[in-house]
């Protein structure tokens, strides 16, 4: 006999696919595709080597040109759906399939232009993640599907004025046990931030690719009778 929990996994790892495709700002809803770089698939990128794991690939043409004014501090939030169309009416996977499991996870680069079509060789930093909760057992996707797909975090206060790029993902881990295996989903939303104050900073930063590796253990991982998760990638960045 197949396990229950095995079988609905194995069913929701077919419509595991999500897609960051709008932003709301101190509670403001910017709308569909507007500042966003929507990719036109769900498909999970699986290639820690390869650029699309930067802000994705093949987007909704005409790409927005919109550059989303963000002060340092605000409330951002990232809305997810299970495809490029944003919701579309009841889905039992929208914003995302409950059975699949993996964290959230938000980054930003600062930029020459937010509307540039080159992402290639820009410098990251994280700004916020939601990984695996041992207290209540809920990982940032069970939350995603919890809020209807919205993922909320604050940008920091202590950024220095200019244009950004925002990377939200979602990794699947319902196939991580080896590699390739996590399923890596996200796009970019182009932000100019407007600092306030006088502590202003830069971050640390990291690349895209390379910032993860198939060794990493939030990368190679189980979903089954966790009790930790290592959320991958650098440490959240804090003024």
Same mark, same amino acid.
Not at 49 to 70: G, K, T, W
Not at 83 to 107: E, F, H, L, Q, S
Not at 122 to 142: A, R
Not at 155 to 160: E, F, G, K
């Given at each position: 006999?197949?396990?229950?929990?095995?079988?609905?996994? %194995?069913?929701?790892?077919?419509?595991?696919?999500?897609?960051?495709?709008?932003?709301?700002?101190?509670?403001? #809803?910017?709308?569909?595709?507007?500042?966003? !770089?929507?990719?036109?698939?769900?498909?999970?990128?699986?290639?820690?080597?390869?650029?699309?794991?930067?802000?994705?690939?093949?987007?909704?043409?005409?790409?927005?040109?919109?550059?989303?004014?963000?002060?340092?501090? +605000?409330?951002?939030? +990232? #809305?997810?759906? !299970?495809?490029?169309?944003?919701?579309?009416?009841?889905?039992?996977?929208?914003?995302?399939?409950?059975?699949? &499991?993996?964290?959230?996870?938000?980054?930003?680069?600062?930029?020459?232009?937010?509307?540039?079509?080159?992402?290639?060789?820009?410098?990251?930093? &994280?700004?916020?993640?939601?990984?695996?909760?041992?207290?209540?057992?809920?990982?940032?996707?069970?939350? %995603?599907?919890?809020?209807?797909?919205?993922?909320?975090?604050?940008?920091?206060?202590?950024? !220095?004025?200019?244009?950004?790029?925002? !990377?939200?993902?979602?990794?699947?881990? #319902?196939?991580?046990?080896?590699?390739?295996?996590?399923?890596?989903?996200?796009?970019? +939303?182009? %932000?100019?931030?407007?600092?306030?104050?006088?502590?202003?900073?830069?971050?640390?930063?990291?690349?895209?690719?390379?910032?993860?590796?198939?060794?990493?253990?939030?990368?190679?991982?189980?979903?089954?009778?966790?009790?930790?998760?290592?959320?991958?990638?650098?440490?959240?960045?804090?003024?």
């Amino acid at each position: 006999m197949f396990p229950l929990f095995s079988l609905l996994l %194995l069913l929701g790892s077919a419509s595991a696919g999500t897609v960051f495709s709008a932003v709301s700002i101190n509670g403001v #809803e910017q709308g569909h595709g507007v500042g966003v !770089r929507v990719p036109t698939s769900n498909v999970a990128i699986t290639d820690l080597s390869s650029a699309n794991l930067i802000c994705n690939s093949n987007y909704v043409q005409p790409v927005s040109q919109a550059v989303l004014s963000v002060p340092a501090g +605000a409330a951002v939030t +990232a #809305e997810f759906h !299970r495809t490029a169309a944003g919701y579309v009416g009841p889905d039992p996977a929208d914003p995302i399939d409950p059975t699949n &499991k993996g964290p959230v996870i938000a980054y930003l680069a600062a930029v020459p232009s937010a509307t540039q079509s080159n992402v290639t060789g820009l410098n990251w930093f &994280k700004i916020w993640e939601n990984g695996f909760n041992p207290t209540t057992h809920q990982w940032g996707s069970d939350l %995603l599907f919890i809020n209807n797909g919205s993922a909320s975090f604050t940008v920091p206060s202590c950024l !220095r004025d200019g244009d950004y790029l925002l !990377r939200v993902e979602y990794i699947g881990l #319902e196939s991580a046990t080896s590699y390739p295996g996590a399923q890596f989903f996200m796009s970019c +939303a182009q %932000l100019s931030i407007t600092a306030s104050g006088d502590a202003l900073v830069a971050p640390a930063t990291v690349s895209i690719p390379g910032m993860y590796h198939s060794t990493d253990p939030g990368i190679v991982t189980s979903i089954f009778g966790v009790s930790s998760y290592t959320v991958p990638g650098p440490a959240v960045f804090t003024c």
